[in-house]
């Protein structure tokens, strides 16, 4: 039964990371359902109350880390609010649309024709289209390391 229950928790650890190419995948969720297997049937009373809230505290910091990475950029290359916006919805409706690379280029050219509705420049619009591609970027090498952060500090605590 251990063996069973230790499969389960890797495939959730493996499924958290491919929530990051196919956001339709809830990583933060994932990993819990994990770190709570472990805690319902396997633990020993060795997670302390501080792993539990560093866990807490870094699954706010990943469920955010998209959204601040995503806005960073747009704002930094020049986008409007309303850049910024679409390229939130674009990640989304992108995950449905030719997953994974849906979730590059819808926001992508979501950016780039809102900007340019704007009549904003075509190398303005462009710069912000580009800057959603570099937030979404930016967000999923965030989330790789906060999850491995995650990972590791649960295979040191246990």
Known sequence: MDFLI???IIVCFVLSFVGIIFPLIPS????WIGFLLYFFFL???NLSWIFWTAMVVLTIVLI???IIANSYFVKKYGGSKWGERVAAVGVIVGSFIIPPFGIIVVPFV????VELLQKRSSNDSFKAAIGSLLG???GSIAKVVI???MIVWFLIAI
């Open 147 to 149: 999850q491995l952060l």
């Open 64 to 66: 955010v880390s998209d």
């Open 28 to 31: 933060p969720l994932v990993l």
């Open 136 to 138: 979404f970027l930016g």
């Open 6 to 8: 230790w499969a389960i």
């Open 43 to 45: 633990s020993t009373g």
């Open 110 to 113: 979501a950016v780039l024709l």
